[in-house]
């Protein structure tokens, strides 16, 4: 079986949009495109380094993959080119005859049910890149198995957020975590059932708490 896995770069507010440049996408009037760039490092480098080195197929939403496919086909002696022109590419798009960078193919009309079934089949997991839409649809179906957060120290106040108000709730269990010398965390989750809560309250509330729980009602 095989997992669908992503690694996202985060601001402290949740905001994953244009993390690596101001023309990647400035959709409404998103002004911080290439908020990322003076926090990287080798510590960074050496964790994406990881992930890639590892076998997998590209899971892309329709503008994620434009501006891949822009980009990756045209670049020289780069070993992310390399890995990325070469791996098949899972596209959520309406267009898909117009999927020319190679190894590209379309998930289809029922995005959610093909890829429960990719899950199913044998081959390397499917790592999303980026795809803010594509990742809601996946969160509210509950297909995500494990989340890379790279969580970087600013606050952005506005611009697409990684959870969405449609995210199903669900329980994660961290894996491993460090932190880069420019304050970046890098922590890795996978998925752990649902969530459980529980109750620091007293067993015999005052007389004040029980009127405000009856008041907030």
Known sequence: MRKI??????????????????????????????????YWDDVGGAFIGETF???????????????????WPYQKDD???????????????????????????????????????LKQEDG?????????????????NDLIDEISLLTFPLVLGKGKRLFGSGAIPAAFKLNRSQASTTGVIIAIYERAGEIKTGSFAQQQPSEAEIERRRTWK
Do not use: C
């Not at 896995?5 to 996408?25: C, N």
């Open 124 to 140: 390397p997991d499917l790592l999303i890149q980026g795809s803010s839409e594509l990742i809601q649809t996946l969160l509210a």
């Open 79 to 117: 070993p992310i080119a390399d890995r990325f022109n070469a791996v098949t590419k899972y596209v959520a798009t309406h267009r898909p005859d117009t999927l020319s960078w190679q190894n590209s193919q379309s998930l289809g009309d029922d995005v959610v049910a093909t890829l429960r079934q």
């Open 5 to 38: 896995t992503t690694a996202t770069f985060v601001s402290l507010d949740g905001v994953m949009q244009a993390p690596g440049g101001p023309e990647e996408d400035p959709v409404g009037g998103f002004e911080f495109g290439g908020w990322t760039f003076h």
């Open 53 to 71: 080195a590892k076998p997998f197929a590209l899971l892309l939403g329709r503008k994620t993959y434009d501006i891949f496919a822009a980009h």
